[in-house]
């Protein structure tokens, strides 16, 4: 069971919105910086956000993260068949000395 | 551009022992925290082992603590795991990656593309 808590999967149609929720506690996602990362199918993960909101060079501004408390979201806006993927987030976490991911996001363009 | 090419999988028995290689290039190598992550068949990811820019200081997750032992060469650019009393639960693909670490900003900004570990009799 995966510390940070991830919905199994989420679905919309071609050019609509997706929003992924992460929710872990006070010591990862409460006192640090969330990052997401996807997983195309058979591919290695790839850095989406980090330090919450932040995106790296040749990420699309349809990626988006935020925080709230014990709580981080990932929005993707103009779903494409491209965005297909597992998403995971993830966070130090500062009582454990740890790294924690997410169960991981499969998302649907259906 | 920044590379990470993982070697050393393969197909161990039960109680057996393997290490695996990262080859890194593209950055100062050492002038990056590194880490293993590892992804079991159709299950999802799970962070293994971190280590500092000297090697001074790594942390494990719990699951491989006393069995596993990253490591790093500096001057080989090349980061390390040694995996002893391998188990069938430790059977997953294993990737490296660079772990940036500054302040308390963390995350992995690059990831290498994996190598296959199987622990089977």
């Known amino acids: 069971q995966s510390v940070l808590t991830q919905p199994p999967s989420v679905s919309a149609a071609p050019g609509q919105k997706v929003t992924i929720s992460c929710s872990g506690s006070s010591s990862d996602i409460g006192n640090n910086y969330v990052s997401w990362y996807q997983q195309l199918p058979g591919t290695a993960p790839k850095l989406l956000i980090y330090d919450n909101n932040k995106r790296p060079s040749g990420i699309p501004d349809r990626f988006s993260g935020s925080k709230s408390g014990t709580s981080a979201t990932l929005d993707i806006t103009g779903l494409q068949t491209g965005d297909e993927a597992d998403y995971y987030c993830g966070a130090w976490d500062s009582s454990l000395t740890n790294w924690v991911f997410g169960g991981g996001t499969k998302v649907t363009v259906l | 551009?920044?590379?990470?090419?993982?070697?050393?999988?393969?197909?161990?028995?039960?109680?057996?022992?393997?290490?695996?290689?990262?080859?890194?290039?593209?950055?100062?190598?050492?002038?990056?925290?590194?880490?293993?992550?590892?992804?079991?068949?159709?299950?999802?990811?799970?962070?293994?082992?971190?280590?500092?820019?000297?090697?001074?200081?790594?942390?494990?997750v719990d699951s491989v603590k006393g069995r596993f032992t990253i490591s790093r060469d500096n001057a080989k650019n090349s980061l390390y795991l040694l995996m002893n009393s391998l188990r069938a639960e430790d059977t997953a693909f294993y990737y490296c990656a660079r772990f940036y670490a500054s302040g308390w900003h963390y995350y992995f900004d690059y990831w290498g593309q994996g190598t296959l570990v199987t622990v089977s009799s």
């Open chain 2, 1 to 60: 551009e920044v590379h990470l090419v993982e070697s050393g999988g393969g197909l161990v028995q039960p109680g057996g022992s393997l290490r695996l290689s990262c080859a890194a290039s593209g950055f100062t190598f050492s002038g990056y925290w590194m880490s293993w992550v590892r992804q079991a068949p159709g299950k999802g990811l799970e962070w293994v082992a971190i280590i500092n820019l000297d090697g001074t200081a790594k942390y494990t």
